[in-house]
């Protein structure tokens, strides 16, 4: 016959496990890292995983050092490359093409001089006089001359003097810039110590520096330069009605050459 046993009873020696499912789950659930991620953690309510507010005030702080860190590296080095590149290349470039433009205003002046209103002028029986009348006077144009060289060599002075202090005015920006990152660099790793902060902010803007840098010589060298804001033509009217305009004001008696057009002294 089949015995009863009282499984409770303690006479039995066996020990009976908790095999509960709904247990096993609890248990789980008041383990957060089995199957969340450190950044998360359980909400006992509605069982959904929400944003942990340390990690999560830790992830915007970083983002902001990080953002502040890369405006002021950028910032340094693009106000060291502008200096560099407007005083060494694009200045001595101006330069140049602003005599070569004077060049062409005395070469557009040359054609009026080989023009056959000039023999027209010396063909006049007032021209012959003239001359010798200047012959006579002793009219000398080497004091004044002398006056414009001396001049404008008194005006080169204070105008290097003047682009000097600019230019160093340049150079300083970049500096105090470049010491405010440095100093903010070292601030943020002493109180954070980021593993290659530093490295990872240089490498992108060097980068980044060398396309603006090849850029700004292409569009300077294939646009600035080539583009043409006046031409040979417009300066000199500009400049003929200017002259007549300032002639016809310490010499009214000469406005009876003007009939039709009245010189105006005024860029368009």
Request: glycine share 4%; proline share 4%; net charge negative.
């Amino acid at each position: 016959m089949l015995q009863e046993i009282d499984i409770d009873s303690k006479q039995v020696g066996l020990e009976m496990t908790n095999t509960n499912s709904h247990s096993n789950l609890t248990s789980l659930q008041d383990n957060k890292s089995c199957y969340l991620s450190p950044r998360f953690f359980s909400n006992k309510d509605n069982h959904q995983p929400q944003q942990d507010p340390i990690h999560y005030v830790f992830t915007w702080k970083y983002y902001i050092i990080k953002l502040i860190f890369h405006i002021s590296f950028h910032i340094t080095l693009l106000s060291t490359l502008e200096p560099l590149f407007f005083f060494k290349y694009a200045v001595p470039m101006e330069r140049t093409m602003f005599y070569e433009q004077l060049g062409d205003f005395t070469t557009y002046q040359h054609q009026l001089f080989e023009s056959h209103d000039s023999q027209n002028i010396r063909n006049q029986p007032f021209y012959a006089a003239f001359i010798q009348f200047l012959q006579y006077e002793g009219t000398n144009a080497d004091p004044t001359l002398i006056a414009m060289g001396n001049d404008a060599e008194q005006a080169e002075k204070e105008n290097d003097k003047y682009n000097g202090d600019l230019e160093v005015m340049g150079y300083m920006f970049p500096i105090y810039c470049g010491s405010i990152t440095l100093t903010y660099y070292l601030v943020v790793q002493y109180l954070y110590n980021y593993k290659n902060f530093g490295i990872q902010v240089l490498g992108e803007h060097i980068a980044l520096m060398i396309f603006v840098a090849a850029y700004e010589l292409w569009f300077f060298t294939h646009v600035i330069l080539k583009y043409h804001p006046f031409t040979t033509e417009q300066i000199m009217d500009f400049m003929m009605n200017c002259l007549f305009v300032r002639l016809y004001e310490y010499y009214p008696e000469i406005r009876v050459i003007e009939h039709n057009e009245t010189a105006i002294c005024n860029a368009n």
